[in-house]
């Protein structure tokens, strides 16, 4: 809809094509149903990509700003929630209805739902077979997102027609999802379940070394929250994640400051600072369970080496919750067969690919959706008049 209202909008006839029942869904559901739209601290260092400098072009040429004005001009209220991130006031509806309103005004015309059955390429055109009338195109834009959430449609059509006019695809996989473990490994912690708090999570060694500081969800079966989801997209399979479980603090100062004297068990000490099932668990699982014991009665020794666990805590998944439960898609068209001014495939003029579609991952907090903003201005801008 983006690309299709600045072409639309530039006096270029536009067919919007969309196999979907219901319009913009992933809109609809994003943010808890009040769309994350974009983030106010976004630059190119928090995606992911082979070709991390292929984004810069676009996201410079389209802004965030530039969103919050056509935002605005709608009469959407909006909210910063955390971290730059911005949210409507009311629903995202509103995202959608201004993005249909935006077509309109460049009388885009709708085919939805409408299937695609396949792409050809002839002199000087297109020729796009649909389940209803074929269209004639001088131009293609695939701006089919990835494979996140196939429930709501998502699939892999855009990497099937590059892969078809000879276009390299990063191999895709699921990002911003939650962490799933061994049962066995996992089955002491599964009773933490919705237990939350902040924490730091990295992964990596070196100058790949990822860390971020966010909040981290227990569930049945691993781990998730916005730390997991975030650390998620630099995680590979066989790799270990570190936590640290109480980041800021000097967990072995404080517990040996604390001991002399105090008649309190460590569990009650420790759910000071801790979720009380946490502290209860985590202390059920620890050597010698010193849980019950006095907080005089411990070993310096034991002090130190359950703080050295707490803030050390290593631990590898055994897999993603997948394409149903991830945000996004990793991976993509690969960026180096694209034109980072225009989006169009170097090899086939054209034919251009935005958004998700391509080997552009963001960071959780509506850098995504401002990149599908900014390449989707970029590719409208540059559309050719017939």
């Not at 998730?224 to 989801?229: F, Q």
């Not at 020794?301 to 666990?309: D, I, M, P, S, V």
């Amino acid at each position: 809809m983006m690309a299709a209202s600045v072409a639309g909008q530039r006096g270029l006839r536009v067919v919007l094509v969309d196999h979907a029942q219901r319009l913009a869904e992933k809109i609809r559901i994003s943010g808890g149903g009040r769309c994350n739209f974009t983030n106010i601290g976004t630059t190119p260092a928090q995606f992911i990509s082979q070709n991390p400098d292929f984004c810069r072009s676009a996201l410079a040429g389209y802004t965030p700003r530039d969103f919050i004005d056509l935002v605005e001009r709608h009469g959407i209220a909006w909210h910063e929630k955390h971290r730059g991130q911005l949210f409507c006031d009311d629903s995202s509806e509103a995202i959608i209805q201004m993005l249909r309103r935006e077509c309109d005004a460049g009388r885009v015309s709708w085919r939805m739902p409408c299937q695609v059955l396949g792409v050809d390429k002839g002199p000087g055109h297109f020729s796009i077979a649909t389940d209803g009338e074929p269209i004639e195109a001088a131009q293609v834009v695939m701006a089919t997102g990835g494979m996140a959430i196939p429930q709501l449609g998502a699939t892999d059509f855009a990497l099937k027609l590059a892969r078809q006019f000879g276009l390299k695809v990063v191999e895709p996989r699921p990002a911003l999802v939650p962490l799933t473990f061994d049962a066995e490994q996992w089955k002491p912690f599964g009773a933490l379940s919705g237990v939350s708090l902040e924490v730091s999570v990295s992964c990596g060694q070196g100058k790949r070394k990822t860390v971020f500081l966010e909040d981290l969800l227990f569930t049945h079966r691993g781990l998730s929250g916005p730390a997991i989801l975030q650390i998620s997209s630099y995680w590979n399979p066989g790799e270990a994640i570190a936590l640290d479980l109480a980041p800021g603090q000097d967990l072995a100062q404080a517990l040996l400051a604390a001991k002399p004297g105090n008649r309190q068990q460590l569990d009650t000490a420790l759910a000071a600072i801790w979720p009380k099932r946490l502290a209860e668990q985590w202390l059920a699982t620890a050597p010698g369970q010193p849980g019950a014991m006095r907080m005089a009665d411990i070993p310096d020794k034991t002090l130190r080496a359950l703080a050295q666990r707490i803030h050390g805590w290593s631990l590898v998944p055994s897999g993603t919750a997948g394409y149903r439960k991830a945000e996004v898609m990793r991976g993509g068209v690969d960026t180096r067969g694209l034109d980072q001014k225009t989006m169009q495939a170097r090899a086939v003029p054209g034919l251009y690919f935005i958004g998700e579609a391509v080997d552009v991952t963001g960071w959780l907090g509506g850098y995504n959706f401002q990149w599908a903003w900014a390449s989707g201005v970029a590719c409208g801008r540059a559309l050719r008049a017939a």
